[in-house]
């Protein structure tokens, strides 16, 4: 497909989230610096290139004067980011209220917030007022940057009532909508006050997709049993008008871990960490600091294989970083202090003066320091309690051609759905049944973790965040044309 000026035909993308990929910090009154943030939902993004595309979102900062705003605007179209500016207040609500202490809980089966009972429903009326206000001003940006033939791809819990705000806009605008969280059953979804407003919302996008047909189906039937409409094995259908649900399970940009293990940087890398762990397997956690990542339990049955194997005490380490985010909030400031706290028991109870069995660091690590400790782990930990999907899985699998290491995962990410054969399956609050699976993939017989890892890296290298992206755009450009060709009939 050719352009007039014979370059090939990029299709435009306004690829639309609460968060830009980068976090800007203030060093002058006109002077930013940006860097690069952690998160699955960046590191997918950045593996889509064949796009011409354009990121919105707010970049981190409350910047109220207009010469920062002007800078910042400035800084961030170099990276081809457009920013939206919220202040405190809209953010505390917004962001910090409604996205993460109400949804993101409640999409991970985690409930609502018990506490103060009786002030909740008066604070979750202003947070959801705020949470509105912000999605419009996520669209009033959009609006002001979308240009006739571009699709517009809404990501996440943090922007449900955008795809309705956009259409009025312009009902012509095509218009995705991508959850990376689980979206859960109907039956706790039914919990949330603001259930009908947001569900209705969503229908108004024209492609709504998630990451395996297990989120998809619970989004129907929420649909179906709340708001009464009918699902169909295409989606949601609302008087004639249907909107398309489906999954996509995302992957990951696998070629650009490969190619960075040759690398001299991360080969040196490499070097040290096979000097500094030797003689000792290297076990390995890797996770934004957040409850859904079950990092107590998988500590837990740490702790648990080591009182059960005295034997393997000296011999094996547990790696697990843990790069903080959401420190606002004080549930996450409660969970760090937990994690330390049983890190440091776990430390004192089977350390020795020259080594302990768990090396546990709040920080985020660079790409290729990240690299190095993939390649190098025997064994990856991952044992989230939800997860929409779960990426670090699949990078480690990608970083593991030389060693076949063993991947444990739980069975409540999405990766179960798609990695499951290769890994060892577990529920993670069982912690004795995870101390048992950490003693399998120790004692795991080359071949059968050669066979393992095969079936894995196949998948990883298969189903990638191009590939991925590139079939929602497309099927988001299929479902217009269908439904146009609906109603001109
Ligand atoms: P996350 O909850 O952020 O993503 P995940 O998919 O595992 O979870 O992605 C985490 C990303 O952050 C990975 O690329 C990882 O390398 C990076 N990261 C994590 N800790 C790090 C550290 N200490 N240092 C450096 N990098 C670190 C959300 C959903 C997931 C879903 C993704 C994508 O919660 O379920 O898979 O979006 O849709």
């Known amino acids: 497909c050719e352009r007039q000026d014979g370059r090939p035909f990029r299709q435009r993308l306004l690829v639309v989230a609460n968060r830009l990929p980068v976090s800007a910090v203030r060093r002058g009154e006109d002077s930013w610096s940006l860097e690069m943030s952690a998160g699955g939902l960046v590191t997918a993004l950045l593996g889509v290139k064949e796009f011409e595309a354009r990121w919105i979102g707010w970049a981190g900062v409350n910047v109220p004067d207009e010469i920062g705003q002007k800078a910042l605007s400035k800084a961030l179209a170099e990276k081809r980011c457009i920013p939206v500016f919220l202040d405190e207040e809209i953010v505390h609500q917004y962001y910090n209220g409604y996205c993460n202490n109400i949804l993101w809980p409640l999409f991970h089966y985690l409930g609502l917030p018990q506490e103060d009972r009786l002030a909740?429903?008066?604070?979750?009326?202003?947070?959801?007022?705020?949470?509105?206000?912000?999605?419009?001003?996520?669209?009033?940006?959009?609006?002001?940057?979308?240009?006739?033939?571009?699709?517009?791809?809404?990501?996440?819990?943090?922007?449900?009532?955008?795809?309705?705000?956009?259409?009025?806009?312009?009902?012509?605008?095509?218009?995705?909508?991508?959850?990376?969280?689980?979206?859960?059953?109907?039956?706790?979804?039914?919990?949330?006050?603001?259930?009908?407003?947001?569900?209705?919302s969503v229908l108004a996008a024209d492609l709504v997709g998630f990451h395996t047909y297990d989120y998809a189906r619970h989004f129907v039937s929420a649909c179906t049993r709340i708001l009464g409409l009918e699902g169909t094995p295409e989606g949601v259908e609302d008087q004639g008008k249907l909107t398309r649900v489906a999954a996509?399970?995302?992957?990951?940009?696998?070629?650009?871990?490969?190619?960075?293990?040759?690398?001299?940087?991360?080969?040196?890398?490499?070097?040290?960490?096979?000097?500094?762990?030797?003689?000792?397997?290297?076990?390995?956690?890797?996770?934004?600091?957040?409850?859904?990542?079950?990092?107590?339990?998988?500590?837990?049955?740490?702790?648990?294989?080591?009182?059960?194997?005295?034997?393997?005490?000296?011999?094996?380490?547990?790696?697990?970083?843990a790069v903080p985010t959401r420190t606002d909030v004080p549930e996450y400031q409660k969970l760090t202090s937990q994690v330390h706290e049983i890190v440091g028991r776990i430390n004192g109870r089977f350390g020795t003066l020259t080594a302990v069995p768990i090396h546990h660091l709040d920080r985020s690590l660079d790409f290729h320091a990240l690299c190095a400790l993939y390649a190098v782990t025997d064994v990856a930990l991952?044992?989230?309690?939800?997860?929409?999907?779960?990426?670090?899985?699949?990078?480690?699998?990608?970083?593991?051609?030389?060693?076949?290491?063993?991947?444990?995962?739980?069975?409540?990410?999405?990766?179960?759905?798609?990695?499951?054969?290769?890994?060892?399956?577990?529920?993670?609050?069982?912690?004795?049944?995870?101390?048992?699976?950490?003693?399998?993939?120790?004692?795991?017989?080359?071949?059968?973790?050669?066979?393992?890892?095969?079936?894995?890296?196949?998948?990883?290298?298969?189903?990638?965040?191009?590939?991925?992206?590139?079939?929602?755009?497309?099927?988001l450009n299929d479902t217009v044309v269908e439904a146009q060709l609906r109603t001109s009939k």
């Open 248 to 321: 996509f399970p995302i992957g990951i940009d696998s070629e650009r871990f490969i190619h960075a293990l040759k690398l001299p940087q991360v080969q040196e890398h490499i070097k040290e960490l096979k000097e500094r762990f030797a003689g000792r397997k290297v076990m390995l956690g890797v996770d934004r600091l957040d409850m859904i990542k079950g990092i107590p339990q998988k500590i837990l049955a740490f702790e648990k294989f080591l009182e059960d194997n005295p034997s393997w005490r000296d011999k094996v380490v547990l790696l697990q970083i």
């Open 382 to 475: 991952v044992t989230s309690l939800r997860d929409g999907m779960n990426l670090v899985s699949y990078e480690f699998v990608a970083c593991q051609e030389a060693k076949k290491g063993v991947l444990i995962l739980s069975e409540f990410a999405g990766a179960a759905q798609s990695l499951g054969a290769g890994a060892i399956l577990v529920n993670p609050w069982n912690i004795t049944e995870v101390a048992a699976s950490i003693g399998q993939a120790l004692n795991m017989p080359a071949e059968e973790r050669e066979k393992r890892h095969h079936h894995n890296f196949k998948h990883v290298t298969t189903h990638t965040a191009q590939e991925w992206a590139e079939t929602f755009v497309s099927e």
């Open 120 to 200: 909740t429903t008066r604070s979750f009326q202003s947070q959801f007022a705020a949470y509105k206000k912000a999605n419009q001003m996520f669209a009033d940006v959009v609006n002001a940057h979308y240009e006739e033939g571009a699709v517009v791809w809404c990501h996440d819990y943090h922007l449900m009532y955008l795809p309705e705000c956009l259409k009025k806009y312009n009902s012509k605008m095509k218009v995705g909508w991508f959850l990376h969280t689980p979206f859960p059953s109907s039956e706790i979804h039914r919990m949330l006050p603001s259930r009908s407003e947001l569900l209705r």
